[in-house]
């Protein structure tokens, strides 16, 4: 069985982080976004790796099959962006969703985050089953704090409340 490990992202994934990501977007849940128009694809480090935040990749022979990405908000609050899994990395057995989550949140608690949230489509249904079972709430969109990243394609939110 292929080991999958959990790590920071460097500069050099850049390619890797979109090839994975892209391809969910576009083909599986049928989105018209490109890599231009997510300018934190094109600069990991700039966008996610500053204050709490952290962005890591999970990786399995070499290849990046998963990402999770922490943008530190302010305030004691962080969004959580990019969580992709390659579609053949996905399910409880192979818990690379699980690993990424849980790898983010004890980042975010030890950063002293207060609150993580989070914005989704309405198509990512085993999403919501996800982040409802890890322990995040629906928000309306009305309590997302101001400084909170809202992508066009978003239409339900999350929160965690962290300690």
């Given at each position: 069985?292929?080991?999958?490990?959990?790590?920071?992202?460097?500069?050099?994934?850049?390619?890797?982080?979109?090839?994975?990501?892209?391809?969910?977007?576009?083909?599986?849940?049928?989105?018209?976004?490109?890599?231009?128009?997510?300018?934190?694809?094109?600069?990991?480090?700039?966008?996610?790796?500053?204050?709490?935040?952290?962005?890591?990749?999970?990786?399995?022979?070499?290849?990046?099959?998963?990402?999770?990405?922490?943008?530190?908000?302010?305030?004691?609050?962080?969004?959580?962006?990019?969580?992709?899994?390659?579609?053949?990395?996905?399910g409880a057995?192979?818990?690379?969703?699980?690993?990424?989550?849980?790898?983010?949140?004890?980042?975010?608690?030890a950063q002293?985050?207060?609150?993580?949230?989070?914005?989704?489509?309405?198509?990512?249904?085993?999403?919501?089953?996800?982040?409802?079972?890890?322990?995040?709430?629906?928000?309306?969109?009305?309590?997302?704090?101001?400084?909170?990243?809202?992508?066009?394609?978003?239409?339900?939110f999350y929160?965690?409340?962290?300690?």
């Open positions: 069985m292929t080991v999958v490990q959990i790590r920071p992202a460097r500069s050099a994934d850049a390619d890797a982080i979109a090839a994975l990501i892209l391809p969910i977007q576009q083909q599986e849940f049928g989105i018209p976004i490109t890599r231009e128009a997510q300018p934190d694809l094109a600069d990991v480090q700039g966008f996610y790796q500053q204050g709490s935040g952290n962005f890591w990749v999970a990786e399995a022979g070499g290849a990046v099959v998963g990402s999770i990405g922490l943008r530190d908000i302010g305030g004691r609050q962080a969004a959580l962006r990019k969580m992709f899994v390659a579609p053949a990395w996905r057995h192979h818990g690379v969703a699980q690993g990424l989550l849980d790898t983010l949140l004890q980042w975010a608690a002293a985050v207060a609150e993580v949230y989070l914005g989704t489509t309405a198509q990512f249904l085993a999403a919501h089953r996800f982040y409802e079972k890890n322990g995040f709430a629906m928000v309306d969109r009305a309590a997302l704090p101001p400084a909170f990243p809202v992508m066009a394609v978003d239409s339900r929160r965690l409340r962290l300690g």
